[in-house]
């Protein structure tokens, strides 16, 4: 955003709510997989194709069964995924049982429409805001377009997918215009900011930056933090110390 600023211009563009309209997250490849069960030959060449193209790219570990959604359609723990990990760092207990509001029967559509309206759109809209109008810049969203919402509610859930591939619609309509190697790009990628890159927590200044008195620390436990300061290389210490900052 500060780069936009500085080069003179006033309104950026997001891509948000594309994947909740098209898919986009790597749960949705399995909830499609439970949507498409019912079509045997369909069901045996998206697994497979899963399987070939998704798999070796799938971190989160409950998201590595290609029958996950088949045989519990109600699972969820991939959202909260260390979620009591993360709490034993604060002072007081803590625990937010999941909510999900029913909107229609197929699985994938229903998670598609909590994303959009109750998880994770309702969340980048407020960053987003609050990190463009820090610089002046009005921000746009043009896939919250109503008309747009409205058409994709009418694609087949078959075609959302395709190939081993989310978003295939969105994918197939910039053909021509995006390049090819973006386009058929399987990979998920997010702009998540290494912290331990940023933060030099050898350093003495930083460190001590780090441990002085703050409000944060009527939540959080200071012992908690400077034990993880002292394994910066762990990766569970990193997740935890990226979550809490």
């Known amino acids: 955003m500060r780069s936009i600023a500085e080069a003179g211009y006033r309104i950026s563009v997001s891509g ?7 898919t986009g997250y790597y749960d949705h490849h399995l909830a499609y997989l439970q949507e498409v069960q019912g079509d045997a030959a369909l069901h045996a060449r998206s697994v497979a194709l899963w ?4 798999l070796p790219i799938v971190r989160n570990r409950d998201l590595k069964d290609p029958s996950l959604f088949v045989t519990n359609p109600g699972f969820r723990d991939h959202i909260y995924q260390d979620a009591q990990a993360f709490a034993r760092y604060l002072k007081s207990g803590w625990s937010e049982p999941f909510r999900e509001t029913t909107y229609t029967e197929g699985l994938l559509r229903n998670r598609m429409l909590n994303e959009l309206f109750h998880e994770s759109v309702p969340v980048i809209l407020h960053e987003d805001d609050l990190n463009a109008m820090f610089f002046s810049i009005e921000n746009r969203s043009p896939f919250l377009d109503r008309s747009l919402f409205e058409f994709c509610g009418t694609i087949p859930t078959r075609h959302l997918i395709r190939d081993g591939k989310a978003k295939a619609v969105l994918r197939e309509a910039v053909r021509g215009v995006a390049p090819d190697g973006v386009i058929d790009n399987r990979r998920k990628v997010g702009f998540n900011a290494p912290i331990l890159n940023f933060l030099d927590v050898g350093d003495r200044q930083v460190r001590a930056y780090l441990l002085d008195d703050s409000p944060i620390f009527d939540y959080v436990e200071r012992s908690r933090i ?10 569970t210490a990193k997740a935890s110390f990226s979550s809490i900052f």
């Open 226 to 235: 400077e034990a993880l300061i002292e394994n910066p290389d762990l990766p």
């Open 51 to 54: 399987r070939q193209h998704i």
């Open 16 to 22: 948000t709510a594309a994947d909740e309209l098209f």
